[in-house]
């Protein structure tokens, strides 16, 4: 901790609010010390079930058996470490807000990473930043909040998952707006390592509703692209037709690749977006 306090100070004054965010969110969610339970080769008792059949005798608890009329095997809860890699989108157009009271879409996306780095690390497991390797322990959190920190990139960024470990997990969180090749190529990569992942749309409302009527002027925000139309409301349908479009090929690659997707708006409360994450963790084990 020594060799950390000199860098939590220079971090300034803007982690601390997204740190205690970050775990107060953990915890209105917290399943328990352990809450992925599943059976595996740990030394902890999760649950009984009847035997069936390649259980071998030797899995048996005969003692619990001898109590009713089936056989029954008692299942250990398991405790192997996994190691999780999360990709947070710092592309500018994760800047966008809809609204002046509403949370832009990249400060949703860190703090819902953040709070499932929280809730993963406590549960045993190693959890890393896309491009650098998965570790565990509680400090590990200031490590990833520092590198979520990191000057944002051009206007969309891609993942990089050349670091994902072997049977390993993905955790992409993007608006998934722009150029989608760098996201395929990139869970190419992660599927040729045998690792699984989920993949979280981050958008605003007015990104699903398309509000704008009459003369609006459009621009990117990095300002690269601009446009400007007396009638936004004739863009309406087949903005939303292109929006679907895009959904239904994130769904699609999703599906192909094992994943799971899911989809969620900055003006929504966070900690369902948050529960479906922890529990998309143990679907993609």
Same mark, same amino acid.
């Given at each position: #901790? ?27 969610? #917290? ?25 071998? $005798?030797?899995?048996?608890? &005969? ?47 860190? @703090? ?45 960024? $891609? ?70 139309? @007396? ?27 094992? &994943? ?26």
């Amino acid at each position: #901790m020594n060799v950390l306090r000199p860098r939590a100070e220079a971090l300034g004054q803007s982690l601390p609010p997204l740190l205690a965010a970050a775990e107060q969110l953990a915890h209105t969610v #917290m399943l328990g010390e352990h809450g992925r339970r599943r059976a595996g080769t740990g030394d902890e008792f999760w649950q009984y079930r009847a035997a069936g059949p390649g259980d071998g $005798s030797r899995m048996i608890d &005969w003692r619990r058996s001898a109590r009713m009329d089936a056989h029954f095997v008692r299942e250990r809860e398991w405790q192997a470490a996994q190691s999780v890699t999360l990709w947070v989108d710092r592309g500018q157009s994760m800047a966008f807000s809809g609204a002046p009271d509403r949370a832009p879409k990249g400060d949703v996306a860190q @703090l819902l990473a953040l709070a499932l780095a929280v809730l993963l690390l406590r549960g045993g497991e190693r959890v890393g930043l896309s491009g650098t390797p998965p570790r565990p322990g509680r400090a590990q959190i200031l490590r990833l909040a520092e590198a979520m920190a990191a000057e944002a990139a051009g206007e969309h960024a $891609s993942p990089d998952l050349a670091l994902t470990p072997m049977h390993g997990r993905v955790v992409l969180i993007s608006d998934f707006l722009g150029p989608m090749e760098g996201v395929e190529e990139a869970m190419a990569r992660a599927s040729a390592r045998n690792a699984r992942g989920v993949l979280l749309q981050i958008l605003d409302p007015v990104e699903e509703a398309f509000p704008f009527d009459g003369r609006t002027v459009f621009e990117s925000m990095t300002g690269a692209t601009r446009f400007e139309t @007396l009638e936004a409301g004739a863009l309406r349908e087949a903005y939303l037709a292109r929006l679907a479009e895009r959904k239904a090929r994130l769904a699609g690659l999703a599906r192909a690749s094992g &994943w799971h997707h899911h989809t969620h708006h900055t003006g929504q409360p966070p900690q369902a977006a948050l529960l479906w994450l922890y529990q998309a963790m143990e679907r993609a084990a």
